[in-house]
C-alpha cells in the first residue's frame, strides 16, 4: 500500500466523477433530480392525490354533533364511509384492509362540545373526550395521510368552517401511530429511503468504471507498473465513498428545502451517515461483481440491475414486500434511517443497532467476495 | 554492475491448439536495443506479455533484470516501462494529467516528476496539447502521449511494441531520435516493429520472427550480408519466401 499511489487514483477517480457526464448525473443530478421531483409530488402535506380512502366509522354517541361529524367526513372527497356497530368488527376489517381506517366517536362526544360552547373560555368546566383512531400500518399513503385530514374535519366540527387557528379543545384525536402524524407528509416518509436509493447506484458507477478501463486496456497498463490491485481497488472505494458523502449532502439538502424534518440528534445523524457509506462500500462490491461477471461496458451496465432493482423494490421507499427486503442490505438503512429520523429513535435503540450489524456483515461479505471474484475473473476479459 | 538484460528461454505459449510464440529464445544485453521484427501475427506482442508478465507462458522461462518473471514480477515492475501497442489513456484527463498519473504510480519523486514530464513532453512535440484532454487527441497525439506514459519512470528496459505506428512521418523521426536517446543513456530497449527502416535504422540487433519462431537474429548488416540482401525485407523473403507486409 502506498498512499502516493492510492491518492494519484483517487484523484483521477474524483475527475472521473465531474468530467464525466454519465458519471456526473448518475451520482449527482440522478439524486437531485429524483428528490426534487419526489418532494414536489409528495411534499408539503398534499399528500392524497386522487386517491380515496374508505373509512369505517363507530358512532357511540348517536347525537347531531356526532352525525355532524359523519357527514363532514362523508362530504370530503378523499373518504368513503361505511359504519360498524362496535369497534371489533371495524378493527377486524382493519386488520383484512377491507378499510383504510377505523374512528371510534365516543359517547360523550356530543357532550363535550356542548360543555364547550357553554362555556368556551373555561376549559375546567369541559366534558374531555378521545376520538380513537386506527390507520391501516401497512400503508404509508394511509397512515400519514388519514390523521391530519381527520383532525381538520374534527376540527371544522367543533368551531365551525371559519374557524382560523386553533384554540384548546375538549376533544383529542387519539395517536394513531409512533410517528407524529400531524407533521408527516408521504414525502417525509419517503425520504429516508432517498438516501439509499442513490447510494444503490454506486454499483453501476464503479461496474461501468472497471469495465471501462479493462476494455480501455488500462487495468493492464496499471498492472504493469508496481500498482497493487488492493490500491486501485482502495482507491475506487474511496472515490465511491466521497461520492456518498456528497450524495447524502445533496439528498438532505434538496429534501430539507422542500420540507422534510428530521427528529434525529446529531449521533443519530452520525449513525445514519455511517450507514449509508457501508451501503456505498456495498454497493462497491456489488459493482465489482456487476464488473468480473459483465465482458463489455455495455452488459456491466445491464448486469448492475440485477443488483439495484430489488434493493430498489425491496429496500427503499419505492413500494414493495418488506419480507423479501430482508434479503437486500439497502433494506436495513431505509429501516435504520426511518426510525432515527422519522420517529427520532436513539441509536441504541434495538432495532437501529440489529440494522448496524446486520449492514456492517453484509459489507464484509460483499467486499471479500467483490474483490475475491474480481481478482479472479475481472482483470481480463 | 547493474544487470539490465534479459533472457528468453525456450518460452511457449498455446492460446488452445494455436501456438502464437513457438520455442522461443534470445537474449537481450545490458543497454542494447533490440529489435523484434515480424508481420502481424508473429507473436511480437504475445511475447512482450510474457517478458512483462501480463501472460503467463506455457512453458518455458524468461528473465528480466535478472529477475524470473515468474517469482520475482514485483522487481520487474520497478525497472520496466512499457509502452502497449494499443495506446491506452483516461480520455478525460488531460495528457498532462495521463503522464502524472502514471508518474505517481511509479512513484516518481515529486519534483523528478515535474521537471521531466515537461522534457518528454518538450521531446514530443505536446506542450501545448498536454492541457487539453487525451480523449479529443488525434491519433499521431495518442501515440506519442502513449510513449510519454511508459517512460515516465525513466525505466532501466523498456518495451515498445510498434511505438510507431499510425504516427506521421515527422512523428517518426522525433520517436527514432528519442529512442536513440534511450540507448545513449545505456537503457535496454525492446523494440517490436514491423516497419523495415524503423529496425534498421534503430537496432543494434534484430531478431526476426514468424508464426512464433525466431527465424534469424544478428545486426542489420550481419542479416543482409548472410542472405545476401539489400535490406530486412530481403531477408525475410530469402528465408520464408513471404513479405513481411502483404
Ligand atoms: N488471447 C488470445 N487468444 C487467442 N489467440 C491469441 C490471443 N492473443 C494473441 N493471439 C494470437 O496469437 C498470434 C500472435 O499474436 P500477437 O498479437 O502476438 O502478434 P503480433 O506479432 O504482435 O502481431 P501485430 O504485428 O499484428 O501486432 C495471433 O495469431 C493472434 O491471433
Ligand atoms: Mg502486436
Same mark, same amino acid.
Request: aromatic share 8%; proline share 4%.
Given at each position: 500500500?502506498?498512499?502516493?499511489?492510492?491518492?494519484?487514483?483517487?484523484?483521477?477517480?474524483?475527475?472521473?466523477?465531474?468530467?464525466?457526464?454519465?458519471?456526473?448525473?448518475?451520482?449527482?443530478?440522478?439524486?437531485?433530480?429524483?428528490?426534487?421531483?419526489?418532494?414536489?409530488?409528495?411534499?408539503?402535506?398534499?399528500?392524497?392525490?386522487?386517491?380515496?380512502?374508505?373509512?369505517?366509522?363507530?358512532?357511540?354517541?348517536?347525537?347531531?354533533?356526532?352525525?355532524?361529524?359523519?357527514?363532514?367526513?362523508?362530504?370530503?372527497?378523499?373518504?368513503?364511509?361505511?359504519?360498524?356497530?362496535?369497534?371489533?368488527?371495524?378493527?377486524?376489517?382493519?386488520?383484512?384492509?377491507?378499510?383504510?381506517?377505523?374512528?371510534?366517536?365516543?359517547?360523550?362526544?356530543?357532550?363535550?362540545?356542548?360543555?364547550?360552547?357553554?362555556?368556551?373560555?373555561?376549559?375546567?368546566?369541559?366534558?374531555?373526550?378521545?376520538?380513537?383512531?386506527?390507520?391501516?400500518?401497512?400503508?404509508?399513503?394511509?397512515?400519514?395521510?388519514?390523521?391530519?385530514?381527520?383532525?381538520?374535519?374534527?376540527?371544522?366540527?367543533?368551531?365551525?368552517?371559519?374557524?382560523?387557528?386553533?384554540?384548546?379543545?375538549?376533544?383529542?384525536?387519539?395517536?394513531?401511530?409512533?410517528?407524529?402524524?400531524?407533521?408527516?407528509?408521504?414525502?417525509?416518509?419517503?425520504?429516508?429511503?432517498?438516501?439509499?436509493?442513490?447510494?444503490?447506484?454506486?454499483?453501476?458507477?464503479?461496474?461501468?468504471?472497471?469495465?471501462?478501463?479493462?476494455?480501455?486496456?488500462?487495468?493492464?497498463?496499471?498492472?504493469?507498473?508496481?500498482?497493487?490491485?488492493?490500491?486501485?481497488? @482502495?482507491? +475506487?472505494?474511496?472515490?465511491? $465513498?466521497?461520492? =456518498?458523502?456528497?450524495? %447524502? !449532502?445533496?439528498?438532505?439538502?434538496? *429534501? &430539507? #428545502?422542500?420540507?422534510?424534518?428530521?427528529?434525529?440528534?446529531?449521533?443519530?445523524? @452520525?449513525? +445514519?451517515?455511517?450507514?449509508? $457509506?457501508?451501503? =456505498?462500500?456495498?454497493? %462497491? !462490491?456489488?459493482?465489482?461483481?456487476? *464488473? &468480473? #461477471?459483465?465482458?463489455?461496458?455495455?452488459?456491466?451496465?445491464?448486469?448492475?440491475?440485477?443488483?439495484?432493482?430489488?434493493?430498489?423494490?425491496?429496500?427503499?421507499?419505492?413500494?414493495?414486500?418488506?419480507?423479501?427486503?430482508?434479503?437486500?442490505?439497502?433494506?436495513?438503512?431505509?429501516?435504520?434511517?426511518?426510525?432515527?429520523?422519522?420517529?427520532?429513535?436513539?441509536?441504541?435503540?434495538?432495532?437501529?443497532?440489529?440494522?448496524?450489524?446486520?449492514?456492517?456483515?453484509?459489507?464484509?461479505?460483499?467486499?471479500?467476495?467483490?474483490?475475491?471474484?474480481?481478482?479472479?475473473?475481472?482483470?481480463?476479459? | 554492475?547493474?544487470?539490465?538484460?534479459?533472457?528468453?528461454?525456450?518460452?511457449?505459449?498455446?492460446?488452445?491448439?494455436?501456438?502464437?510464440?513457438?520455442?522461443?529464445?534470445?537474449?537481450?544485453?545490458?543497454?542494447?536495443?533490440?529489435?523484434?521484427?515480424?508481420?502481424?501475427?508473429?507473436?511480437?506482442?504475445?511475447?512482450?506479455?510474457?517478458?512483462?508478465?501480463?501472460?503467463?507462458?506455457?512453458?518455458?522461462?524468461?528473465?528480466?533484470?535478472?529477475?524470473?518473471?515468474?517469482?520475482?514480477?514485483?522487481?520487474?515492475?520497478?525497472?520496466?516501462?512499457?509502452?502497449?501497442?494499443?495506446?491506452?489513456?483516461?480520455?478525460?484527463?488531460?495528457?498532462?494529467?495521463?503522464?502524472?498519473?502514471?508518474?505517481?504510480?511509479?512513484?516518481?519523486?515529486?519534483?523528478?516528476?515535474?521537471?521531466?514530464?515537461?522534457?518528454?513532453?518538450?521531446?514530443?512535440?505536446?506542450?501545448?496539447?498536454?492541457?487539453?484532454?487525451?480523449?479529443?487527441?488525434?491519433?499521431?497525439?495518442?501515440?506519442?502521449?502513449?510513449?510519454?506514459?511508459?517512460?515516465?519512470?525513466?525505466?532501466?528496459?523498456?518495451?515498445?511494441?510498434?511505438?510507431?505506428?499510425?504516427?506521421?512521418?515527422?512523428?517518426?523521426?522525433?520517436?527514432?531520435?528519442?529512442?536513440?536517446?534511450?540507448?545513449?543513456?545505456?537503457?535496454?530497449?525492446?523494440?517490436?516493429?514491423?516497419?523495415?527502416?524503423?529496425?534498421?535504422?534503430?537496432?543494434?540487433?534484430?531478431?526476426?520472427?514468424?508464426?512464433?519462431?525466431?527465424?534469424?537474429?544478428?545486426?542489420?548488416?550481419?542479416?543482409?550480408?548472410?542472405?545476401?540482401?539489400?535490406?530486412?525485407?530481403?531477408?525475410?523473403?530469402?528465408?520464408?519466401?513471404?513479405?513481411?507486409?502483404?
Amino acid at each position: 500500500m502506498n498512499i502516493r499511489r492510492i491518492n494519484a487514483l483517487l484523484n483521477k477517480e474524483i475527475k472521473s466523477l465531474y468530467r464525466v457526464p454519465a458519471t456526473l448525473f448518475l451520482a449527482i443530478l440522478f439524486p437531485i433530480v429524483l428528490t426534487g421531483a419526489f418532494g414536489l409530488a409528495f411534499g408539503g402535506g398534499s399528500a392524497i392525490g386522487n386517491s380515496t380512502y374508505t373509512v369505517g366509522i363507530v358512532d357511540l354517541d348517536n347525537t347531531v354533533w356526532s352525525e355532524y361529524f359523519i357527514g363532514n367526513i362523508s362530504e370530503n372527497e378523499v373518504f368513503v364511509n361505511t359504519s360498524y356497530s362496535d369497534s371489533e368488527t371495524g378493527e377486524n376489517d382493519l386488520a383484512q384492509g377491507k378499510i383504510s381506517a377505523l374512528i371510534v366517536i365516543p359517547t360523550d362526544f356530543g357532550a363535550s362540545i356542548d360543555s364547550y360552547w357553554l362555556n368556551s373560555t373555561n376549559p375546567s368546566t369541559w366534558t374531555n373526550v378521545t376520538v380513537e383512531l386506527f390507520v391501516d400500518q401497512g400503508s404509508l399513503i394511509a397512515s400519514s395521510a388519514i390523521p391530519p385530514l381527520i383532525q381538520q374535519l374534527l376540527f371544522t366540527t367543533l368551531y365551525g368552517e371559519s374557524a382560523t387557528n386553533a384554540p384548546q379543545s375538549p376533544i383529542r384525536l387519539g395517536n394513531p401511530a409512533e410517528v407524529d402524524s400531524e407533521h408527516t407528509t408521504q414525502f417525509d416518509l419517503m425520504a429516508p429511503g432517498m438516501f439509499a436509493f442513490a447510494a444503490i447506484f454506486i454499483t453501476m458507477i464503479v461496474a461501468d468504471a472497471f469495465t471501462e478501463q479493462r476494455s480501455k486496456g488500462l487495468l493492464r497498463r496499471i498492472q504493469l507498473t508496481p500498482t497493487s490491485p488492493s490500491e486501485v481497488i @482502495l482507491s +475506487s472505494m474511496l472515490a465511491n $465513498m466521497a461520492t =456518498a458523502i456528497l450524495q %447524502v !449532502g445533496i439528498v438532505f439538502a434538496v *429534501a &430539507s #428545502l422542500l420540507g422534510f424534518k428530521s427528529q434525529a440528534e446529531l449521533t443519530g445523524l @452520525l449513525l +445514519s451517515f455511517i450507514m449509508v $457509506m457501508l451501503l =456505498a462500500l456495498i454497493s %462497491v !462490491g456489488f459493482g465489482l461483481i456487476a *464488473a &468480473s #461477471l459483465a465482458k463489455t461496458p455495455g452488459a456491466a451496465t445491464g448486469i448492475s440491475f440485477i443488483f439495484i432493482l430489488p434493493q430498489m423494490f425491496f429496500g427503499t421507499f419505492v413500494p414493495g414486500s418488506s419480507d423479501i427486503g430482508q434479503l437486500v442490505p439497502s433494506y436495513y438503512v431505509t429501516d435504520a434511517l426511518t426510525s432515527i429520523l422519522l420517529r427520532g429513535a436513539a441509536i441504541t435503540s434495538e432495532t437501529v443497532i440489529y440494522d448496524l450489524l446486520v449492514l456492517i456483515v453484509y459489507c464484509i461479505v460483499v467486499i471479500i467476495v467483490g474483490i475475491g471474484i474480481f481478482a479472479k475473473f475481472g482483470r481480463e476479459k | 554492475m547493474k544487470q539490465n538484460g534479459i533472457k528468453v528461454q525456450n518460452l511457449f505459449k498455446k492460446f488452445g491448439d494455436f501456438t502464437a510464440v513457438n520455442d522461443l529464445s534470445f537474449e537481450v544485453k545490458s543497454g542494447e536495443l533490440f529489435g523484434l521484427l515480424g508481420p502481424n501475427g508473429a507473436g511480437k506482442t504475445t511475447a512482450i506479455s510474457i517478458m512483462t508478465g501480463l501472460l503467463e507462458p506455457t512453458s518455458g522461462t524468461a528473465f528480466v533484470g535478472g529477475f524470473d518473471i515468474k517469482s520475482h514480477i514485483n522487481e520487474i515492475r520497478k525497472l520496466i516501462g512499457v509502452c502497449p501497442q494499443e495506446p491506452a489513456f483516461y480520455p478525460y484527463l488531460t495528457g498532462r494529467e495521463n503522464v502524472e498519473l502514471f508518474g505517481n504510480l511509479h512513484n516518481v519523486p515529486k519534483k523528478v516528476l515535474k521537471q521531466r514530464t515537461e522534457e518528454l513532453l518538450e521531446l514530443v512535440g505536446l506542450v501545448e496539447g498536454a492541457t487539453r484532454r487525451a480523449g479529443n487527441y488525434s491519433g499521431g497525439m495518442i501515440r506519442r502521449i502513449s510513449l510519454v506514459m511508459a517512460l515516465i519512470n525513466d525505466p532501466e528496459i523498456a518495451f515498445l511494441d510498434e511505438p510507431t505506428v499510425a504516427m506521421d512521418p515527422q512523428s517518426r523521426r522525433a520517436t527514432w531520435g528519442f529512442v536513440k536517446n534511450l540507448k545513449e543513456r545505456n537503457k535496454t530497449v525492446i523494440l517490436t516493429t514491423h516497419y523495415i527502416e524503423e529496425a534498421e535504422a534503430l537496432c543494434d540487433r534484430v531478431g526476426i520472427i514468424d508464426e512464433g519462431k525466431i527465424i534469424a537474429l544478428n545486426t542489420p548488416q550481419a542479416l543482409m550480408q548472410e542472405h545476401n540482401a539489400n535490406d530486412l525485407e530481403g531477408v525475410f523473403l530469402k528465408i520464408t519466401g513471404k513479405k513481411i507486409r502483404e
